[in-house]
């Protein structure tokens, strides 16, 4: 039997906009005593909410236990800015790489129908709506380099995609901000806190929920066994969705990347200022450069979000005081936008906590002959963490299910250099990048 003292938990900092916005909720209590289960699935993100839904119909009759140190819709799950993304960002031209498109789309659009499917089913009230997305350029550099090679790719793929050009954009979008725009119709938006609070709420009867649970220790084995402060659970088989939390059960080590991303929702706008702007209901703008540059969305309740800063982040804290930068930033940002509507402020800013590789691929599968994950969306979480995690159960289950090996053919997360070569190397790699889309902002 192998031990590990967990050391390094998620925080909550009650920063979250989309939750901020919900009506209160109760939290469902945290473990006490020992609990003895068949299956015990660890973070209540999509990933797990995923694989302890997937193993509760796959085993009808078996017991399900699903731990999060935190409370539901508050982790990066419910923090996101509320993109369920059907096509990969970067498509490339070869027959593999355009092979591998392919499967991709065929993972994120099963994420897509499930999460279509449960939101009929359960009545979850998320703002789940199908406007497509916008994908942009600011720059005339950004439109040849950036925008142009997509829509090739997309061609090439056969997808369905239009050139928004700049008269158009300026008014679906009420900004004269960008140059042009390819526009996907695959695209879901919604509130994330929302949809994770209506997944966790509406779990199956052979799944127990405690929250505020962080594992403290974990012993693998035969029998798996996790310590928390009020109780202890053992259980034949886990599945692990704890995102970069991974490397603290022992796993993935001197594999992942977290990063830091920060995101801004403002006031509602009043019936005065939305006709100021005059734009489109409910768009979504994902910039051509994800690192770099800036996700927009005009949400359904009449708000302007800014998703904008990703940055490495090994201890997964921030403070109160970069936070307030950060709310500043995106104030600037929204005004070169929206200079008509200088009186607005960003109502909320928050920061979360995602989970890159190297080589952008997922941590996916067997661990052990007990232990399963879903790890590593690199911040694509919404359709691929959820993915991941059906088939993470699938798997663990002993269920033939193709898209298994689409899942694998994605890749393992790759070795890293030693620190302080590793900290080194990201942030120059990221600097380069800000460098290089410094005319997508
Ligand atoms: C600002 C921002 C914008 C983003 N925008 C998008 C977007 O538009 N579309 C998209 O697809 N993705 C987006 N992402 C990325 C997406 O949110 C993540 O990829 C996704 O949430 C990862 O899901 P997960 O279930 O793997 O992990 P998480 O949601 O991080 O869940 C992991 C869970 O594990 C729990 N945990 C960790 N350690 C322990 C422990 N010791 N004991 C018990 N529980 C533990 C945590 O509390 C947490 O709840 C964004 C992320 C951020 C921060």
Redesign the pocket.
Known sequence: MNAKQ?SH??IEDNTNGWSRVLPMRRPNPALAGLHKVDWVV???????LAAARRLAENRPDDSIAL????EVGE???G???????DLPHVVGSSMDELDGSHRYMALARAAIAYHETQIERYNIDCDWSKPGKYQTACSAQGVTELLEPFARELEALNEPFSWIDKADLDKRLGTTHFKAAIYTPGCRLLNPAALVRGLADNLPENVSVYEN???TRFNSGAEISLTTAGGEVRAKQMIL???A?AE?FGFYRRRLLPFA???SLSRQLTDAERDTIGCEENWGVTPANAFAAI?MRYTQDHRILI?NNIYYNPSMRETASYQGKIARRHKRLFDERFPMLPQVEMEYTWT???CLSQNGAPGFGRLADNIHT??C?N?????K?TTGGMLAADMACGIDNELIGFMQSLGEPSRLPMQPFLGIGVRARMAWELWRARKEV
């Open positions: 967990i938990f998620p660890i973070g209540a993100g999509y990933a797990g731990l999060d140190a935190g982790n990066a799950s923090r996101n800015s509320g993109f369920a993304i649970t962080p594992v969705g704890v995102n939390f603290q991303a920060n995101a996700t998703r979360g906590f995602i879903s790890i969306q911040a694509i979480g919404v359709t963490g």
